[in-house]
């Protein structure tokens, strides 16, 4: 299991009005622990008001750029995301989880491939990791970006990426997609399936893509992977994270009455305790004081994922497990209900 170190951040760095990017200091001894994968998100832990609040937020540089960099936008009524726009600042410190993530790019320097992502708002973080590595890692790879915002100043990464298209003219194809505003070269609208098909019907008729990335709300990532399947895409060329959920999509779980046991293995050590049938099951574990890890409690990240090693539980949402992970045990805690007696979950295996 991975644990919270305190890292000192080395800058805090405007992206847009209401969007910072902040690089960690990683100290010598903890530079392998926070080696990461293209894609991949840190947990970061904050005291607010006395109480511990934690956010998974998306790594935007490259594993072989030599920083940990992460982007935060704010949200209205976003506890951390205000604090770090407004206050945070050089010097100051978080707690911050080494890297998780399967939302994943690894490069290899012989492939020759045609890539695609589509992108809304914040979703560009990952994607901004996985398209840097390609242009650095496979010179003869192409990406294709689609990436959707209200408007040019509210775009993160907007002069960069231009930048990056000009410096790999050849392999960088960027469509910006406003919503707010009309401008030469964009497209107007949101990334819907007129958008998706001009693009890859017509823009990149000719490319045949290996992998298609897409990140942020869920409508729009439902829109994107309806459409590509449609014209015949495999679900094997498709991955996704979820920013944002679309709460319509939640199953409506009728709990059993009464209590269950609860035996919970979290590094090596076991807990066991009574918790109401009707309460999630991660909530229950919480409460009882056990450090089982949780970021975003909506079952759009993986970091609550567990084992079921006896007993059995019903998801409320699920977004990010394949029915082969959930029939081998696999279950996301924070969105179970418990349907036995008794169950016993490992996060350790993993």
Known sequence: MSKFNRLTVKEVRKETPNAVSIVFDIPSNLKDEYQFKAGQYLNIKHLHEGKEIR??????????????????????????STYANDVLK???????????????????????????????????????????????????????????????????????????????????????????????????GRIDKAAINFVVNNKHKEKEFAKFYICGPEEMINTVNDTLQERGVSKDHIAYEIFTPNTDGVNPVEAEGGSTKVTVLVDDEETSFEMPKSEVLLNGVLKEGIDAPYSCQGGICSSCMCKIVKGSAIMKKNSILTDEEIADGLILSCQAIVTSDEIYIDYDDM
Do not use: W
């Open 55 to 80: 956010r998974a937020y998306s790594i935007c540089s490259t594993p072989n750029s030599g920083e940990v960099r992460v982007a935060v936008k704010k949200v209205e009524h976003g506890v951390f």
């Open 90 to 188: 050089a010097g100051d410190q978080l707690e911050v989880e080494a890297p998780e993530g399967r939302f994943i790019f690894e490069p290899k320097t012989d492939n020759v491939k045609n890539y695609a992502a589509f992108a809304a708002g914040s979703g560009i973080t990952p994607i901004m990791s996985i398209l840097k590595s390609v242009l650095e890692q496979e010179p003869n790879s192409q990406f294709v970006l689609v990436y959707g915002n209200k408007n040019a100043e509210e775009t993160i990464f907007h002069d960069e990426l231009y930048k990056l298209q000009e410096q790999y003219a050849e392999r960088l194809f960027i469509h910006f997609v406003y919503s707010r505003i009309r401008e030469n070269d964009s497209i107007f």
